[in-house]
């Protein structure tokens, strides 16, 4: 499969290239692997005209250069420093970029992100736990006075809802599952709390109200780079791990009302 739809021309030189366009990892312009040393300042402007990609002086469309070597060739990418849209362009994504003409595994795709790690869109990319505990280092060091919460899921195309919300079946059901699951382990949960009941149906994989965070940044990671039972798909995946906060005065407990008011909201025959 060869998906090179652009030529970038600097001067008498030419190379190959295609567009890249993600919502979480942004926009960029690859060059094919070439043995050509080419150098540039770290921005560079370009200025597209039909499948003719020009690196200019003038253009508003400003690019931050990135270099990823391999085994002796390059692979140049330009990432798009602001917000810019260009529906006319042909552009592949994330899911098919490793397996067209670029030449890139999803491993060397992810290095050449690791380089970047801190993308157009304001995401992190980091390659190891080291830049990951340092990333994580800076975001909290500001907010002395806020609890931290991290998700990781194993794709970052996974939708940050509870599962319940997930399928309509589940949250038009959500009071029948909930009594039924009681009912079934009436013993153990009889004198249990809304939410009680509520966190041990979520231990079994029920579908719930509640959405699974952690305090640990480290059991984030881990929950990021873990592969779900039954997922036999052979290509990389791309874990996330979604860092939330709050005042520490607004964070409620297990006891509070408010917990127990929202919790309850699993028992109405409404669905809320």
């Not at 692997?33 to 253009?59: A, E």
């Not at 409620?252 to 408010?258: I, L, Q, R």
Request: proline fraction near 4%.
């Amino acid at each position: 499969m060869n998906d090179y739809r652009y030529w970038l021309c600097m001067n008498e030189k030419k190379l190959r290239g295609c567009f890249f366009s993600d919502p979480d990892f942004g926009f960029y312009f690859f060059t094919e692997p070439t043995s050509l040393d080419l150098s540039w300042n770290r921005f560079v402007d370009l200025t597209i005209h039909q499948q003719k990609v020009t690196v200019c002086s003038n253009s508003t469309n400003h690019f931050e250069v990135y270099r990823l070597e391999q085994n002796g060739q390059k692979v140049y990418a330009f990432a798009l420093v602001e917000k810019w849209l260009m529906p006319t362009l042909q552009y592949l994504t994330f899911d098919d970029l490793s397996s067209s003409g670029i030449g890139l595994s999803s491993e060397e795709l992810l290095k050449l992100f690791a380089q970047i790690c801190i993308l157009p869109t304001g995401n992190f990319v980091v390659g190891n736990v080291q830049d990951y505990i340092t990333v994580v280092e800076r975001m909290i060091r500001p907010y002395p006075n806020q609890e931290f919460f991290f998700r990781g899921h194993y794709s970052y195309k996974y939708a940050l809802i509870p599962s319940l919300y997930r399928k309509k079946q589940y949250y038009e059901h959500e009071n029948f599952m909930y009594m039924d699951f009681k009912t079934q382990f009436y013993n153990e949960l009889s004198d249990k709390k809304y939410i009680e009941i509520l966190t041990t149906m979520q231990h079994y994989k029920m579908p719930t109200r509640l959405l699974d965070t952690t305090s640990n940044p480290l059991v984030a990671l881990y929950m990021a780079c873990d592969k779900p039972v039954g997922d036999k798909k052979g290509t990389l995946p791309i874990g996330e791990v979604i860092v939330m906060h709050e005042e520490r005065k607004n964070v409620k407990y297990s006891d509070s009302n408010a917990v127990t008011l929202l919790a309850s909201l699993a028992v109405l025959e409404t669905n809320y």
